[in-house]
């Protein structure tokens, strides 16, 4: 079993900055693939950023230039540096990880989600 736990939301003003985290913990062997989602109300959660093992990471293209997805393997904890945010940024957001466990398979987790309010 895997546990996601999730901090870093609040209420912040246009322009502001926030920083997410994410820390895994349970028995695994490994986070494989660490991701950042965010939903909003009536919304389908919408893909925002993801590392893999190796540090690749991909965004999607309204936040590039603006958010920075990193991790630090030994604490399985991946982050999420939000800066020059917008109110079309308030969303809930998860993270969702791929990690491999002893016998080799892999299994995704969601965290429970934070909430992240831009507003004046």
């Known amino acids: 079993q895997v546990q996601l736990v999730e901090s870093g939301g609040g209420l912040v003003q246009p322009g502001g900055s926030l920083r997410l985290s994410c820390a895994a913990s349970?028995?695994?062997?490994?986070?494989?693939?660490m991701q950042w989602y965010r939903q909003t109300p009536g919304n389908q959660r919408e893909f925002v950023a993801s590392?893999?093992?190796?540090?690749?990471?991909n965004y999607v293209d309204s936040v590039k230039g603006r958010f920075t997805i990193s991790r630090d393997n030994a604490k399985n904890t991946v982050y999420l540096q939000m800066n020059s945010l917008k109110p079309e940024d308030t969303a809930v957001y998860y993270c969702?990880?791929?990690?491999?466990?002893?016998?080799?398979?892999?299994?995704?987790?969601w965290g429970q989600g934070t909430q992240v309010t831009v507003s004046s």
């Open positions: 590392t893999n093992s190796f540090g690749t990471t």
């Open positions: 349970g028995s695994f062997s490994s986070a494989i693939f």
């Open positions: 969702y990880v791929t990690v491999r466990d002893y016998s080799g398979s892999t299994k995704n987790y």
